[in-house]
Each structure stands twice: as C-alpha cells, then as structure tokens.
C-alpha cells in the first residue's frame, strides 16, 4: 500500500502534461507557421513554455529536498509537477505569467514548503536552495543550443525570436534568483553557513528585502543595468539583443509589431 502511495506522490499529473502539450502544439504552430496570428502562437508557446519552467523549478527544489531527507514533500504533491498543489500558486505562476506580460522579466517564484528541519548538513540545505534556479539555467542552454552551437540554418524566424525571449526570461530569473538576498534562492544557499544570530536578525527582514529587489528594478537606471547583465549573459550564448527585442515584439501580440521584426 505504502509502495503505490508513494507511486501515485511522484506520478507526473494531468495538469503538468497539459501545459506541456499546449508548449508542443503552440511550437509547432510558430515553426510551421500554421497559426494565422504567429504574435498569438508565440505568446502562447513562450507562456506554457515558463510555467513548465517554473513548474521544474519548483520540482528541483522538492526532489533535492527529497534525497536530503525531507520526505513531506511527496505527499504535499510537489513531486507531480502538479503547478495547483503549490503551497503558494498566486506567487510561483500568475505573478511570474503576470510580470512576463508587463515586462518581460522572469520573476522568480516561491513555492515549495520545505521542513528544513529533517534535512541534516549544511551543504544539503545549499543544494535545496539553489536546484531550482540551476534549473533555470539547465532550461537557458536548451533554449539557446542552436545559437551556440551555430545550428539555426533551417529554424523559422519566429521560433528562434520565441527561443531568444524565452531565454531572456531564464536567464533573468536564474540571475535574481541566485542574488543573496533573503526571500530569494541566493540567500537560502547562504545561510546556512551564516551564524544563528545573524539568521534569527534577517528572518523578518526576508518578505521586505524580496519586496524592495522588484522595486529598484522599477528604477530605470537599476533595471538598466540588470538588463545589461542579463544581455551579456545571452550575448556570451550567441543571442543577440535584435532577437531578444523581436521575441518581446512577437510575445506582445496585441500592440502594433516593430518593422525590424517583420516576419517574411
């Protein structure tokens, strides 16, 4: 009985493989260029394409939370892949789907709840925090193996601005997710080396910090220069800023689509 409750935790759900094949589809449409609005086929395969992002995201997080001894996570459902049963689906994918729309940035989620405390040693307690953005970065390199591996003879324009924005979102969200601030991934990495004290301080601080990351991002100078990295970042991948711009043109379906984008 246990044997086939624990199979029926870590069975991939309906809902996860639904989004997976609007993604399919949605891709085909863009390559091909059967969709009679290739702006609408590109929003709707970069979107399925982040929320199945974000759904491994979060997976990683569980699973590596799961081989370091945090063995709740299973029957919190998060090993289904299953986006519904996170502890917080508001804050891992509509605002993530939300801010994708608004700007173009890939907002890292936050969604698992892991019992820290069945997890022994400090570098499992890393390993936990930072699974889920290497996960971003593993999704960035599929996204832009064609670019640098000089393997885009033969891709439609479509699809390869659809690859380069949809890169832009990862490597935007591996990049905040990384940063050591409390609330984020990059300080859950490091706080476990940090001494009690200094925790016990930062832990209320955490949902403030979060809160004042995506306000300097409004500033145009700060949210410049993130873009900047992240540009580099792409521009070291062989994605250059045209094809990024063209993805976001593309993405926006609904406002009039710039001339340098024009699609043949």
């Given amino acids: 009985m246990s044997h086939q409750g624990s199979r029926s935790e870590r069975r991939v759900s309906s809902v ?3 989004i997976v ?9 863009v390559w091909t260029g059967y969709a009679t609005s290739p702006g609408l086929a590109v929003f709707l395969f970069v979107t399925s394409a982040w929320v199945v992002s974000l759904c491994l995201h979060e997976y990683a997080h569980a699973r590596t939370a799961l081989h370091g001894g945090d063995i709740s996570v299973g029957a919190k459902g998060y090993l289904t892949l299953n986006p519904l049963k996170y502890t917080h689906a508001l ?5 993530p789907v939300v801010f994708v729309i608004l700007g173009g940035l890939g907002l890292p989620g936050g969604a698992v709840y892991i019992e820290r405390d069945r997890i022994r040693g400090r570098w499992k307690h890393s390993l936990v ?6 996960t971003n970065v593993l999704f960035a390199a599929v996204c832009t193996a064609p ?6 003879d033969g891709v439609p324009l479509a699809f390869r601005f659809a690859l380069a924005f949809l890169a832009l979102l990862q490597v ?27 925790r016990r301080e930062v832990a209320p601080l955490a949902p403030f910090a979060l809160i004042g ?19 580099d970042v792409l521009g070291a991948l062989g ?10 043109s593309l993405y926006r379906f609904w406002q009039e689509t710039d001339g340098y984008c024009t699609l043949p």
Avoid at 129 to 134: I, M
Avoid at 172 to 198: Q, T
Avoid at 220 to 231: I, K, L, Q
């Fill in 16 to 18: 996860f493989l639904g």
């Fill in 21 to 29: 094949a609007v993604m399919a589809v949605t891709g085909w449409a």
């Fill in 91 to 95: 804050l891992s994918i509509v605002l």
């Fill in 129 to 134: 925090s930072a699974a889920g953005p290497l």
């Fill in 147 to 152: 670019f640098w591996l000089h393997a885009l």
């Fill in 172 to 198: 935007s969200a591996a990049i905040l997710n990384f940063l050591p601030v409390p609330g984020l991934d990059g300080y859950g990495v490091i706080e476990p080396w940090l001494s009690h004290r200094v």
């Fill in 213 to 231: 990351v995506f306000a300097l991002l409004w500033i145009p100078e700060v949210n410049g220069f993130f873009f900047d990295r992240v540009t």
């Fill in 239 to 248: 994605v250059s800023d045209l094809e990024t711009y063209c993805g976001h």
